[in-house]
């Protein structure tokens, strides 16, 4: 079973979502970035629940479609951790870096991708 980028990108958010993670969004990287063609980025609020979200989004992706990130780039300590699937890079950021950063401004000409509707 080949798992198209934005079905793993809408997993990857929706695990996210179940760990309660905050202020989840996707982007469509495809034709703006040669890293990969969908970001996703959360945000938490401690160290214990970005490592939450880190093992959840991990563990949740792997049992339903049975893909594991191939890197995984920063730690929790460092509050913004990559989880490299390729296709789909997910940004666990908390909150203070995400805003320091401006994720949002950076990546602004991506088209946003809805995930709520997901099953």
Known sequence: MVIKGQELAQACAKAADDIKAENIRIWDMRGLS??????VVCSGTSMPQLRAILREVAEKVE?????????????????????????????VMHQEMRDYYGLEELWKDAKEVSWQAVA
């Open 63 to 91: 049992e339903v479609l049975g893909v594991k990130p191939v890197h995984s780039e920063g730690k929790a300590d460092s509050r913004w951790v990559v989880l490299d699937f390729i296709d789909v890079m997910v940004h």
């Open 34 to 39: 040669n890293l990969t063609d969908f970001m």
